[in-house]
């Protein structure tokens, strides 16, 4: 009987995939088609440009100018066009940072991808935060941490060191109860 990669347990070890690895082949080529490589700049927008302006803008789309004839398929192409949609009158603060966007990008990318910038206006699709409440701790917890930290004369210290055993003491209760961890 021959050996396959599922037969053979030593050749087949199935391992965790990082998310964005799986959405980056899912949306290749919806990407492709607006002129992205890859989700990178999308993604890292806020760290390319700074959260106050990456709040009200957004890439849309690189252009890509056509090849001239006769280069080679290996011949770097000519940089693009990066076009960025931008709400109202933060277009003239992105404009008079073109020229820093442009570095970052092609610092991002490691090589000169982006030539310019086209800015768009028009309204900026935002994602609003997600807000996780955490449970109230449990009570019978916070009366032994309270009874830990008693002797602690200065009650800035007193307060940090509860909150701080709270949740130390809380997340280990979590892990108990999920079988993850034996304290």
């Not at 960025?84 to 991002?108: C, K, S, Y």
């Not at 090589?111 to 955490?134: D, F, H, L, M, S």
Request: proline share 8%.
């Amino acid at each position: 009987m021959a050996k396959n990669a599922f037969t053979n347990k030593s050749r087949f070890k199935p391992r965790a995939v990082p998310l964005a690895e799986l959405l980056d082949g899912c949306m290749s080529e919806a990407l492709a088609k607006q002129g992205f490589a890859g989700s990178d700049v999308i993604t890292s927008w806020g760290d390319i440009v700074g959260e106050p302006l990456a709040s009200f803008s957004q890439p849309l789309k690189m252009e890509w100018p056509r090849r001239r004839r006769g280069e080679g398929p290996d011949a770097r192409p000519d940089p693009a066009t990066l076009v960025v949609r931008v709400e109202g009158a933060f277009a003239l603060d992105l404009q008079q940072m073109t020229p820093l966007v442009i570095e970052r990008v092609n610092a991002h990318y490691g090589w000169a991808c982006v030539g310019r910038i086209t800015i768009r206006q028009g309204p900026v699709k935002r994602i609003a935060p997600r807000i996780v409440e955490k449970p109230a701790p449990d009570p019978a917890l916070v009366r032994e941490v309270n009874a830990l930290v008693a002797d602690v004369e200065d009650d800035g210290l007193k307060a940090a060191l509860a909150r701080f055993g709270c949740a130390v003491l809380g997340s280990r209760a979590v892990a108990d109860v999920k079988g993850n961890t034996k304290a």
